[in-house]
């Protein structure tokens, strides 16, 4: 895929950092292994009186566009589904986007999160992620990881630190990924800030690098490095839902022993009004980029829809 994958020259090559193929897992079946390690036990946990079950589901239209590509009307469709209580909570979701003139795009995720006690001063969580991309002229790409953090509670800030590792694969290579991960967050009334930050580093696709003297074939695997810093605002006043980030991902990637940095912009706004406890009016629009932990591409969108819980 032309977002992801890089070419196999025999030389260095492009500093284009939209030209890397990023898929999902350690190959299918071990990266989902992974995030069922957490995702299996919390499903046949017994159920507890105060857990509760919450779903969504939501329809619309827009504008959508992917990196180097036109943008083009579409429709899209979205639902989640969750078990939540304090300490632990399983959640579901899926979308697909079906462009005017284009490829289908879906998407599918599970994940898990167990956790300590969130009142005391500290507290552990563990999260475990299973997901899948198509692409309908593309191969499917599934992704597995696993991770941890610590957070501390000191009056109203709670801070956290942790890190995650998993792998993508898209059936012809396995993409090993890990992160180091660390934030603030504070509340307000009905209001809730968020900053943080996360490290990243990704090998790439295998490729052959030839020397000069003497000419020797080497096998190269190039890392990408990168640090996605984000803003995070959430508003709850009756009957609204509001949410907005602000970020820039700094990359710092090794292609044929050369460092070459750049620094991208990236964000998101959505609101909701709840014309009646069930149904909602939507609205949503932003500037993703590419998710290598998943293996979703970046985008341009602009939707408005119709959502009900």
Do not use: K
Not at 225 to 247: F, H, K, M, S, W
Request: hydrophobic share 45%; glycine share 10%.
């Amino acid at each position: 895929m032309q977002w992801c994958r890089p070419p196999r020259p025999t030389r260095p090559i492009s500093s284009t950092f939209r030209r890397y193929r990023y898929a999902a897992c350690d190959s299918a079946c071990r990266a989902a292994c992974a995030a069922a390690l957490i995702v299996v036990p919390a499903i046949w946990l017994p159920l507890p009186v105060h857990a509760q079950w919450r779903a969504a589901a939501e329809l619309g239209a827009g504008r959508v566009a992917q990196p180097e590509a036109v943008a083009r009307a579409a429709a899209t469709a979205n639902a989640s589904i969750g078990w939540l209580r304090e300490s632990m909570a399983v959640m579901g979701s899926g979308g697909i986007t079906l462009p005017s003139a284009g490829d289908r795009r879906s998407h599918a995720e599970l994940a898990a999160v167990l956790r300590s006690d969130p009142r005391r001063p500290f507290s552990i969580e563990v999260t475990g992620v299973a997901s899948a991309y198509d692409e309908s002229r593309f191969p499917r790409m599934l992704s597995g990881f696993g991770g941890a953090r610590v957070h501390a509670r000191s009056g109203r800030l709670v801070f956290w630190g942790g890190g995650a590792a998993g792998s993508l694969d898209d059936g012809a290579f396995t993409y090993p990924h890990t992160l180091l991960e660390g934030g603030v967050a504070t509340a307000w009334r009905f209001m809730r800030f968020t900053a943080g930050a996360t490290r990243n580093s990704t090998l790439g696709e295998p490729r052959v690098e030839f020397t000069d003297d003497p000419p020797v074939a080497l096998p190269v695997r190039d890392r990408l490095r990168y640090t996605d810093g984000n803003i995070t605002v959430q508003a709850r006043p009756p009957r609204l839902e509001i949410d907005g980030r602000l970020g820039m991902r700094l990359v710092q990637r090794t292609i044929a022993y050369e460092d070459l940095p750049s620094a991208r912009v990236f964000g998101a706004a959505s609101a909701a009004w709840w014309m009646t406890p069930r149904l909602a009016l939507a609205a949503s629009v932003g500037h993703e980029l590419a998710d290598l932990a998943r293996g979703l591409p970046g985008a341009r969108y602009a939707t408005l829809g119709m959502r009900v819980r």
